[in-house]
């Protein structure tokens, strides 16, 4: 990426970005993951902050009901299942923590209604 795009760059609502978690506390996720933007660009260019899930491809996540299968990992994962944690909201400031888009770029439609109506169950915002 150029530095003209990374000046440009700002997520948006289903993409998928790597971003660090640290400091963590707890069970919270830490260091650098991938995790799936569902705040607007418009809010994220102007506030800084991204609102999302984290996504992981620990196995034990199979049999998770909150845990929404997003397809399979590449890189140092590849083939293995990623998923989508439905059960973790978290707002990060994605400056801040020097965000970059994953290869996976977005979400698919399909899995990000999942998510959406998962995150539904849990949250009852609709």
């Known amino acids: 990426m150029t530095r003209r795009a990374a000046a440009t760059w700002v997520p948006d ?3 998928v970005i790597w971003i ?3 400091p963590q506390a707890g069970q919270e996720m830490r260091d650098i993951h991938p995790f799936l933007v569902l705040s607007p660009r418009a ?3 102007r506030t800084s902050l991204v609102i999302g899930l984290p996504m992981t491809t ?7 009901p909150f845990a929404v299968v997003a397809g399979l990992a590449d890189g140092a994962k590849a083939g293995k299942t990623s998923y989508v944690l439905c059960h973790q909201p978290k707002s990060f400031d994605w ?3 020097q965000a970059s888009p994953h290869p996976m770029k977005t979400l698919n ?3 990000f209604a999942q998510v959406r109506a998962v995150l539904n169950q ?3 915002l609709a």
Request: net charge neutral.
């Open 95 to 97: 400056r801040a923590r």
């Open 58 to 64: 620990a196995a034990y996540n199979a049999d998770n």
């Open 43 to 45: 809010f994220n260019d």
């Open 109 to 111: 439609n399909a899995a």
């Open 20 to 22: 660090d978690c640290n």
């Open 122 to 124: 849990i949250m009852a």
């Open 13 to 15: 609502r289903q993409s």
